[in-house]
Nanobody, 124 residues
Framework: QVQLVESGGGLVQAGGSLRLSCAAAGRTFSSYSMGWFRQAPGKEREFVAAISWSKGSTYYADSVKGRFSISRDNAKNTVYLQMNSLKREDTAVYYC?????????????????WGQGTQVTVSS
């Protein structure tokens, strides 16, 4: 079992920035990849960004490309999602997820572990 705990969510004005953190269990994750997903009320959970622990390879959804940045601190077993130029459309519960495998994926079913989620609300 892998435990994931998100933090950093909150209320922010449009155009502002916010950084989310995902703290994972203290062990080696060299063969893992991590992802951020989000879900707004009445909508399906959608992929946001992914990163591999080993090489730090990244992949982004078109909706956040150029605005969001995913990174990781291997020593702290923590993954971050830096969100800039936030829009009202970014309002959602953001979830951190993990899976075994270095190849980055965007499908929910490929991830094995999930955090509890953290609310991000963008106001105009």
């Amino acid at each position: 079992q892998v435990q994931l705990v998100e933090s950093g969510g909150g209320l922010v004005q449009a155009g502002g920035s916010l950084r989310l953190s995902c703290a994972a269990a203290g062990r080696t994750f060299s063969s893992y990849s991590m992802g951020w997903f989000r879900q707004a009320p009445g909508k399906e959970r959608e992929f946001v960004a992914a990163i591999s622990w080993s090489k730090g390879s990244t992949y982004y959804a078109d909706s956040v490309k150029g605005r969001f940045s995913i990174s990781r601190d291997n020593a702290k077993n923590t993954v971050y999602l830096q969100m800039n130029s936030l829009k009202r459309e970014d309002t959602a519960v953001y979830y951190c997820a993990a899976r075994v495998g270095r190849i980055l994926t965007t499908t929910r079913s490929t991830y094995d572990y999930w955090g509890q989620g953290t609310q991000v609300t963008v106001s105009s």
